[in-house]
T-cell receptor, first 111, second 116 residues
């Protein structure tokens, strides 16, 4: 089983739609969680950290469910500019330095 | 401007040659990392360094070497021993080391290496 699993997509949604991605992680000792965004042939950029209480940043909401070991990202009112690959990232237990990256979920927002 | 720079953006190399990828940061970050990304795969950790003059192997260190002589610089050498070096190489840095906390990593623009 992969340490971090994501549906690769693509998710094709019209502008204005709400879309949600889930990510599961295998190690219950993982402590820190992030969503990164990666545009085609570019570097990943931090979208948001994910906290136990959930957090929201504008149209983006992230949730963490430790009991079920999954993380979610909800995007409301999708824009064309949201088209990208979204990477789920989890800390590697036992070290403060290492992160494990999912393979990403591709989102394509269309007119 | 503060940030992480990687050079060159594109690199072509003949089979059997060593090549060094540059990574520089002026963010005063303690930790630096090297990853490779292949199509359809997540980022995989090659090497990382938490402090000057110290570094650790990541998950796929074979065929690679690094040095950390200065806080700002963490060059990666891809040696001829690396069996499949064609990939997108990403350097990242992290602001501080806090026990038990995996802080955010910030990435440079990457170097796309192609072995001919």
């Amino acid at each position: 089983r992969k340490e971090v699993e994501q549906d690769p997509g693509p998710f094709n949604v019209p502008e204005g739609a709400t879309v949600a991605f889930n990510c599961t992680y295998s190690n219950s000792a993982s402590q820190s969680f992030f969503w990164y965004r990666q545009d085609c042939r570019k570097e990943p950029k931090l979208l948001m950290s994910v906290y136990s209480s959930g957090n929201e940043d504008g149209r983006f909401t992230a949730q963490l469910n430790r009991a079920s070991q999954y993380i979610s990202l909800l995007i409301r009112d999708s824009k064309l500019s949201d088209s990208a690959t979204y990477l789920c990232v989890v800390s590697t237990p036992g070290t403060a330095s290492k992160l494990t990256f999912g393979t990403g979920t591709r989102l394509q927002v269309t007119l | 401007d503060g940030g992480i720079t990687q050079s060159p953006k594109y690199l072509f190399r003949k089979e059997g040659q060593n090549v060094t990828l540059s990574c520089e940061q002026n963010l005063n970050h303690d930790a630096m990392y090297w990853y490779r990304q292949d199509p359809g795969q997540g980022l995989r950790l090659i090497y990382y360094s938490q402090i000057v003059n110290d570094f650790q192997k990541g998950d796929i260190a074979e065929g690679y070497s690094v040095s950390r002589e200065k806080k700002e610089s963490f060059p990666l050498t891809v040696t001829s021993a690396q069996k499949n070096p064609t990939a997108f190489y990403l350097c990242a840095s992290r602001p501080r080391i806090v026990a038990g906390v995996a802080d955010t990593q910030y990435f440079g623009p990457g170097t796309r290496l192609t072995v001919l």
